[in-house]
């Protein structure tokens, strides 16, 4: 498990509770059973070979030592190989050849490289990314840490780009604010690609676009965008579907009827889920043949659709307050309801009726796609699953209609930690 980096903490060196938690616990466990076996007379220390000192009880001083040295030596060896393995994983440009394939010359290079050489913006790009999706995505927290090391690099620098794109349109105070920012989004994609589609601009060129037209916050989330590895055509498209979200600045409902909802979902979410698919192509060992590959590219699709319709569903009170409502127009017509009434009043017992219908089109989505993924290579096939599988146990419990689920802050439906590591568990032993 090579990330988060504990080791490139510029600021305090190594993570003391990683290291003395492994150390301090097995070599409590041993003294204990030592000091048992040794009172007991299960196994004794000759006079000649020993001081005769003991820590307590019949703990022998040699024998506790033995132990600490013992527990201190594997944990500090298991460290360094980590570390080792987190700076191939991180610098792909340093080390071309794919970590798993890592040889005792790769190993070397890493520990004769001197870490001045290492790109330090990377790594502190990499640790806000990875804070980003630890406070805003629980499930998708939970599931990047049983991706292979480059591609839950690459998936946690995808969602920051995601999420800081998401948030610098939604936070906007105006339209005009929104505007400017998915304008300013677009132009940095034309520079990370070019208006032809191949990447034409250096790293120096987008990194000073992106310092004249984004606060630093955000800058890392662009820069570090694995744009190489993916197509421009779902990044375009997730910002028509950011400003689909604008027109309710204006007191208008744009999810007019199932067909605009599908739309929305299709820019928000499918295009994730195809960037994401890209990313696991490029990083698996395992090439598969086209025709698997566009089966899979659809299901992705399809996927999207079926999490953004779980989103849409635990959202409906949290997007009301920002006065936007993603029930399409025809189903609340349906109820007798106008989507001001769901403004005024998100918690009406007919929007419940609503949610459910929703979930039941999400989950007819996910059936739809779920089969599709037993498709993906091996090793990265359980790890996309638990991804998806989190996020759609956010639909169960809304589903669930006896239980009342846990709620964030914002007021939105979570599913429990106990719950997502046992959905993780289940979903990486079976698949
Ligand atoms: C494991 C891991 C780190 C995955 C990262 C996935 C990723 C890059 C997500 C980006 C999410 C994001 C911020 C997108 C911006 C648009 C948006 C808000 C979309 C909604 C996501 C909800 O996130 P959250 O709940 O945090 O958002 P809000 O708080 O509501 O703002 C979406 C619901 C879209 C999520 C869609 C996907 C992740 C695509 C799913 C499909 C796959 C992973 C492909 C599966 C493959 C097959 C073959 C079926």
Redesign the pocket.
Known sequence: MNMPHPEFDTSGGLPFACIAVPICLPTLYLWVVDELALGRGTWAIESGTKLGWCLWGSLELEEAVFFLTTNALIVFGLVAFDRNMAVLDTFPEMFPAAPEHMSFNSLMKVILIDPANYDMNRVRGIREAVNT?RK??R???L??SV?PGRL?ID??L??S???V???LV?ESSTEAEARSWIRKLSGYTDRAYGATGEKSRSPADLASYAEKNFPIRVRSALTLLPSKHLPSGPLYK?LK??EMDMAFTNGVFPIGNEADLQIYASR???T??????WL?FYHSSIKLPEDEKSR??Q??I???Y???Y??IA??IQ?DAEMGRVYLPTDWLREEGLTPRDILDNPKQAKVETLRQKLLGLAFEEYQK??P??D??PDEIRG??I???ES?MEIGRVLREKSSVPSKTKRG?ATVPRSRRIWVAWKNLSTS
């Open positions: 999706l805003k995505s499930s998708f927290y599931a990047s991706f839950r998936l946690v995808l969602y780009f995601c999420r794109a998401d948030d939604d997730l579907g950011f928000v979410a499918s994730v889920g195809e960037l994401c698919l696991v899979l590219r299901a992705a399809t996927m999207g079926a999490l953004q779980v989103n635990r959202d949290v796609s779920r599709i993924m498709l993906l790890p996309l638990v991804a998806v996020y939105r």
